[in-house]
């Protein structure tokens, strides 16, 4: 009996490559372009459940904000990172270490992460809007906003706020 000789594929990369015969192909998944834009629900994603039930109890409220905010000042802070922000406000904003104005964006919202519910709320500081976006700007209107997060805590003063400061370097419209 004879054998035939039947091509190899090797797997290289994650591509299979053929030893010994005609090429075999196969297709790599699209790399995404650029980073994924997050929205602010996908801050509490990750969080540990146990501090966020903790929340809600009273007695642990204080202690349980705290070690949340550690947790999110190491993971957040310093993070190059991009939002898609819904803008109910947009405002004049002066940086006057720089000598000039800028904007400040707004948004907020109610988001479940397991059993808890939390407020997560951001500020975008934007020194520069060379598209224009902010001047165009209707309320409700979505941006995607990429910085770098300077603030990442939780407060638990009148309900439970997760705050995000971010230094935006790039204000685009939503599509």
Do not use: C
Not at 18 to 31: D, S, W
Not at 69 to 93: D, M, Q
Not at 123 to 150: E, H, M, N
């Amino acid at each position: 009996m004879a054998h035939k000789n039947l091509p190899l594929a090797v797997a290289v990369d994650d591509e299979l490559t053929e030893v010994g015969g005609a090429a075999a192909t196969a297709t790599k998944p699209a790399a995404p372009v650029g980073p994924q834009a997050r929205e602010l629900k996908d801050v509490a994603k990750g969080l540990p459940q146990k501090q966020l039930l903790d929340l809600r109890v009273p007695t642990k409220t204080g202690q349980a904000a705290m070690e949340l905010s550690k947790t999110l000042t190491l993971a957040e802070v310093g993070k190059e990172t991009v939002f898609r922000l819904r803008a109910p406000s947009v405002e004049p904003w002066p940086f006057p270490k720089e000598g000039f104005n800028g904007w400040r964006l707004h948004s907020d919202e109610r988001a479940r992460e397991g059993q808890a519910w939390i407020d997560v709320s951001i500020f975008a500081y934007v020194r520069q809007d060379p598209q224009g976006a902010l001047a165009a700007w209707k309320k409700g209107q979505d941006f995607i906003v990429t910085g770098t997060v300077s603030r990442a805590d939780i407060t638990a003063v009148k309900g439970t706020v997760l705050h995000l400061d971010l230094s935006a370097t790039k204000v685009e419209a939503a599509r």
